[in-house]
């Protein structure tokens, strides 16, 4: 099946960093999402972007599908940023979704 | 307001003893799934469900049943819980599969589920 590795595993930031956190699939996908699962353990989802560039306030996220990875920047980070970000690939006409082990990010005050 | 709500949202079990965690969207949503989640590992796909009566294994199926009979609700049982099922559960929606237009998926809280 489809593997998908995140990087870093963990990141800590200052408040007001940028932070790129990274994506990489195994395989072609038809499809991707990146989540963002805050302290609290709530889980939303950010963008879906199959391939191309979208942006959503200081978030904004870019994937290169023919080169397998996608990237999630964050810019200007606050502390409301913190918590674990998971991106999830799959293939069109599925039901199946497949996540990444997830990013890790502190932002400190 | 669109939920997907969960119960129980706390649990500590006995090995064996079978349970039930209902899952229910108000939303009219064709796509339901279930998620475990463990340290290290993200979140993995236990079964889904692109319809009334249409279900399928996800990656980790194994111990685990699901019923779909009715659109809003998507139960997840566990007939023989073992203790390698302690986790983590997570119950989401979808208008229709979350590959088809990119439709938002929703998370229900999660269920923290340990089994002794």
């Known amino acids: 099946g489809i593997q998908v590795e995140q990087s870093p595993p963990d990141l800590i930031l200052q408040e007001g960093a940028n932070s790129t956190l990274r994506c990489n699939f195994s395989?072609?996908?038809?499809?991707l999402q990146w989540f963002h699962q805050n302290p609290w353990g709530q889980l939303i989802n950010l963008f879906y972007i199959p391939s191309g560039t979208k942006q959503n306030g200081r978030l904004s996220a870019t994937t290169v599908a023919t080169e397998r990875y996608s990237l999630l920047y964050i810019s200007s980070s606050q502390t409301t940023d913190s918590g674990v970000y998971f991106c999830?690939?799959?293939?069109?006409?599925?039901?199946?979704?497949?996540f990444g082990q997830g990013t890790t990010l502190q932002v400190k005050p | 307001e669109a939920q997907v709500t969960q119960n129980p949202r706390y649990l500590i079990t006995v090995t064996g003893k079978k349970l039930t965690v209902t899952c229910s969207q108000n939303m009219n949503h064709e796509y339901m799934s279930w998620y475990r989640q463990d340290p290290g590992l993200g979140l993995r796909q236990i079964y889904y469900s692109m319809n009334v009566e249409v279900t399928d294994k996800g990656d980790v199926p194994e111990g685990y049943k699901v019923s779909r009979k009715e659109k809003r609700n998507f139960p997840l049982i566990l007939e023989s819980p073992s203790p390698n099922q302690t986790s983590l559960y997570f119950c989401a929606s979808s208008p229709e599969s979350p590959f088809f237009s990119g439709n938002t998926i929703y998370f229900g809280e999660g269920s923290w589920l340990t089994v002794v």
């Open positions: 395989d072609s996908v038809n499809n």
């Open positions: 999830a690939v799959g293939r069109r006409n599925t039901g199946k979704l497949i």
